[in-house]
């Protein structure tokens, strides 16, 4: 093992033996059960992890997370993660969060290819062409990345909204919020984009899925 790796098990005795002083009984009960009440849709980046900059402990914060914090119906994972959270987990909040100087979505709005993740980000390109208007003003680089970064998540919060899981949830009754954050990696802080969405009144009539029973 290199010593590189051994310092993450160092790392890991010396956080597991501090939790443990904090509360001796923490992870006895945390192996019986996890009870989240949010799921976490966010970013694969390194600098944005999610139990910390929300202060949670493990246990506390359901995580999915993937390169620009996209959600496909089509993305088998991201779905299952979904559905296991809405369904079994019963989190009453699903929190969507992206953050300002994504190198995924810059990656998708540049004109060279980057691989296989191309096919990836294609999503994040449609969004910047449906919205072309609005990157017409806006000369500065970084300024552009950022605003289609928050774009990005409005789309993605619409995405989980438009999923039968999260719309069954709501015609059985079930207490659901669904968010759009960003965080700023410069400062350490997030920020709401737009209002929650509690329920199918609030989203289009075109993207409601009834059960039929």
Known sequence: MTNELKQLFENNRAWANKITRLD????????????????????SDSRVPANEIVGLLPGELFVHRNVANI???TD???????????DVLRVKHIIVCGHYGCGGV??????????????????????YHRSSDRFQQIADDEQRVN??????VLQQRANVCHTNIVQAAWERGQPLSVHGWIYSVKDGL????????????QIPSAYRIRSGE
């Open 24 to 43: 001796p009984s923490f992870f006895n009960k945390l192996s019986k059960q996890q009870n989240p009440e949010y799921l976490w849709i966010g970013c």
């Open 190 to 201: 997030l920020q709401t984009l737009g209002e929650s969405i509690d329920g199918l009144q």
């Open 71 to 73: 959600v496909l119906h």
């Open 147 to 152: 605003l289609l970064c928050e774009l990005n």
């Open 106 to 127: 810059d990656a998708a709005i540049q004109d060279k290819s980057h691989g296989l993740i191309d096919n990836w980000l294609r999503h994040i390109r449609d969004i």
């Open 76 to 86: 088998l994972n991201c779905q299952s993660v979904l559905q296991y959270a809405t």
